[in-house]
């Protein structure tokens, strides 16, 4: 190919110019496979049951709430297979703009240069934790005095949710002790289990919040992210099905 494509290591990784033949053969199989559809005669009868790869970046509140069923409706319809990336709605777009992914579910709403931004809602988050927690460390209501010492949840470094709802109760930065969990099942289990207090979806702890096994810090304070549903612009049609699915996924979920 006259360059390096692939940087030897454990494991392995694409060079820049890597990345782009990867992500060029992704959409040439993209277009192949719809002409198979349309001219089954220009395709070899041994490829007809390859499946296209589509690589995309999502969020993992957006996958733990309502990015499957966006998923199952688009794999109903086309034989495809996904490769999700995940990574904090706040850096899914570094993806797309590296090439490594032709969508992304992201915050930002500025469009990666070459791809379209489509508004798909807003995901509700809310700061909850164990009735035994609460009592524990805000028996006076939350305060910075209380935040200070109380430890919280966070799923990594990227993780910014708690920060912000802090600046939003107590109108300052607070430096506040940390848990770190990378899941969100374990995150909505260790606020159960009175480990820390978290920004969960709303809709993942719905259940807790009526049964009382969770209570929220400051009822009625929640945290709205919006979400955009960023992708190439390049007319793929397999691309622009996936896109209607998640368009009508996250807009029923995320009303």
Not at 210 to 237: F, I, N
């Amino acid at each position: 190919m006259g360059g390096v494509l692939i940087v030897r290591g454990q494991p392995c990784t694409a060079t820049e110019m890597g990345r782009l033949i990867c992500r060029h053969v992704e959409q040439v199989g993209m277009l192949e496979h719809e002409l198979h559809g349309t001219l089954p005669r220009l395709v070899p009868s041994e490829a007809t049951d390859a499946r296209v790869t589509i690589r995309v970046a999502v969020n993992a509140d957006s996958l733990g709430t309502w990015f499957v069923g966006a998923m199952a409706a688009f794999l109903r319809v086309d034989r495809a297979l996904l490769d999700v990336a995940i990574d904090d709605q706040e850096h899914t777009q570094d993806w797309l703009r590296a090439g490594d992914v032709l969508a992304a579910v992201t915050a930002d709403s500025q469009p990666v240069q070459g791809c379209e931004s489509i508004p798909i809602g807003k995901l509700k988050y809310c700061a909850v934790a164990s009735p035994e927690y609460v009592q524990r460390y805000f028996p006076e209501g939350v305060t910075a005095a209380g935040l200070a010492v109380a430890p919280s949840l966070r799923f990594n470094r990227k993780d910014r949710l708690q920060a912000q709802w802090v600046r939003t109760i107590c109108r300052r930065e607070v430096d506040i002790p940390s848990h770190w969990l990378a899941s969100t099942q374990a995150f909505t289990d260790a606020s159960v289990a009175g480990i820390g207090w978290g920004m969960n979806p709303r809709a993942m702890v719905a259940s807790h919040l009526r049964d009382g096994s969770l209570v929220e810090l400051v009822p009625g304070r929640q945290l709205s992210v919006p979400l955009y549903w960023q992708h190439t612009r390049l007319q793929m049609p397999m691309l622009a099905r996936l896109t209607k699915a998640v368009i009508t996924a996250s807009r029923a979920a995320l009303k």
